[in-house]
C-alpha cells in the first residue's frame, strides 16, 4: 500500500479547525467568487437569508418538496424530445440522481444559446477579447472607459421575456433541430421549476433565476 501523505497542517493548526468546524454560532461558507473561505455569524447569516426568501416577489413556501413531481415531467419531455427530434441518435434523457433534475438540462439550454450569444455585437468574453476588438489606432478622444456591477444581475431575469428572447434566437436557425418548442419547453422547466431547502423550508423561485444555474447565457441575450 503506498505511504500516508504528510498532513500539511500543524497539530495547532488542525486543532483549530477542529474548533471552528465545531462551533454552532458560525456558518463557513465557500466565497461566490475566487477560492476563499467566508466565516460568518450565523445569526446574521440567517437574518439575511431569511430576509431575501421572504421577499415574496421573487420566493414562494411550499408545504412539501416538489423535486421527485419536478424530475417526472422533465423526464416525460426528454423522452418525447429524444422520440420526436433525434431519430437514430444513440443516446437517452440524462436525470441526475443526485443533484437537482434540471442541472442537466440546464447544461444543455446552455450549449444551445451560448453560439448564438457568441455573435452578438455587445458580447465580450474576457479582457483579451476586448482588446482584440478594440480599434488598433485607439480609441476616439473623449472616450471614458469604465466598469460597472449589477446588482442581483442571474436573479433578475423574468421568466417570460427570458423564453420569449430565447424562442426569437432559436426560431432563426437554420437547422430546427431539436426544436424550439422541446428547447423552450427545458427552459421553462429550468426557470420555473427551481425549487429548494433552506433551513427546514421547501421553497419555490417564481422569478428570475438562481446564481448557480448554468444558463449564464440568459444573461446577455
Known amino acids: 500500500m503506498p505511504d500516508k501523505a504528510p498532513d500539511n497542517l500543524s497539530k495547532e493548526e ?3 479547525l477542529q474548533s471552528l468546524k465545531n462551533r454552532d454560532d458560525i456558518v463557513i461558507k465557500k466565497a461566490d467568487k475566487g477560492s476563499t473561505v467566508v466565516v460568518l ?3 446574521m447569516y440567517m437574518s439575511e437569508a431569511n430576509r431575501q426568501l421572504s421577499d415574496e416577489r421573487f420566493y414562494k413556501k411550499l408545504d412539501s418538496d416538489p423535486t421527485k413531481e419536478f424530475s417526472t415531467a422533465i423526464t416525460k419531455t426528454l423522452d418525447e424530445i429524444y422520440t420526436k427530434n433525434m431519430p437514430g441518435m444513440t443516446g437517452r434523457p440524462i436525470v441526475s440522481a443526485i443533484g437537482h433534475p434540471t442541472k442537466k438540462i440546464s447544461e444543455y439550454i446552455d450549449l444551445h444559446l451560448h453560439p448564438h450569444v457568441e455573435n452578438l455585437p455587445s458580447y ?3 479582457t483579451t477579447d476586448y482588446i482584440n476588438k478594440t480599434p488598433s489606432t485607439g480609441l476616439p478622444d473623449h472616450t471614458l472607459l469604465v466598469t460597472m456591477d ?3 444581475l442571474y436573479t433578475n ?9 430565447c424562442r426569437e434566437v432559436w426560431d432563426s436557425r437554420s437547422i ?3 426544436s424550439t418548442e422541446s428547447l423552450a419547453k427545458l427552459l421553462e422547466y429550468v426557470l420555473k421549476y ?3 431547502m433552506f433551513n427546514g423550508e421547501h421553497l419555490l423561485q417564481v422569478n428570475d433565476t438562481t446564481m448557480a444555474n448554468w444558463l449564464s447565457s440568459l ?3
Open 14 to 16: 488542525r486543532s483549530a
Open 41 to 43: 455569524d450565523k445569526e
Open 124 to 126: 465580450l468574453k474576457d
Open 150 to 152: 449589477f446588482t442581483s
Open 157 to 165: 431575469i423574468p421568466h417570460n421575456e427570458g423564453i420569449e428572447a
Open 176 to 178: 430546427q433541430i431539436p
Open 194 to 196: 427551481d425549487n429548494f
Open 219 to 221: 444573461t446577455h441575450i
